[in-house]
């Protein structure tokens, strides 16, 4: 309908050329003392903020100043695995068992889900998984560390591993 959102700062350029419309600066000046009157501020004390947007009519070469809330910051999605916290925000979709699954352990221990049900060329894929940031990794209140029956399980899960327990084998099967 000829509405453009421009961001503060931004200057609006004609669809022809870069040739700037100076209509829409007029207007805009005009919009900012509107905003200026309505809101009692003088035009020096208004100031053009990133959460600023001024929204442009083509049609009636007008321009509003709206608020725009600041964008969300994105949260990255972080587990431990063999007491390495790892950043899974960008494996998140890619999943090849759907991301329910992940979004199941964000801030917390993954070790045994990962070893119970990824096969060896998964779990070789770990390594290249990126290291969360510190900020990310949860407190230990929040996500408390193994225990000492955890860390024994562990130690028998691997030796069973070695000993060729969780080896496939499709005759016996």
């Known amino acids: 309908s000829g509405h453009a959102y421009q961001p503060a700062g931004v200057v609006m350029r004609s669809m022809g050329g870069p040739a700037a419309k100076p209509n829409r600066f007029r207007s ?9 009157v309505s809101t009692g501020a003088s035009v020096d004390e208004l100031k053009v903020s990133k959460n600023l947007d001024f929204v442009c ?11 725009v809330p600041p964008k969300k910051k994105r949260e ?17 979709n890619a999943h090849p068992a759907g991301t ?5 352990y964000d801030k917390a221990d993954a070790t045994e889900v990962m070893h119970g049900f990824h096969s060896g060329e998964a779990m070789k894929m770990l390594s290249r998984l990126p290291a ?7 407190s230990e209140e929040e996500c408390p560390a193994p225990t000492k029956a ?10 069973l591993e070695e000993d060729g ?6 005759v016996g099967e």
């Open 100 to 104: 329910h699954w992940i979004d199941l």
């Open 28 to 36: 805009l000046a005009s919009s900012v003392r509107r905003l200026a």
């Open 150 to 159: 955890t860390y024994a399980f562990r130690e028998l899960r691997k030796k």
């Open 57 to 67: 009519d083509d049609d009636t070469a007008t321009c509003e100043v709206k608020v």
């Open 76 to 92: 990255r999605l972080v587990c431990r695995i063999d007491d390495r916290w790892v950043d899974l925000t960008g494996w998140r």
């Open 165 to 170: 327990w969780f080896k496939r084998n499709a």
């Open 132 to 138: 969360a940031r510190p900020e990310d990794i949860p």
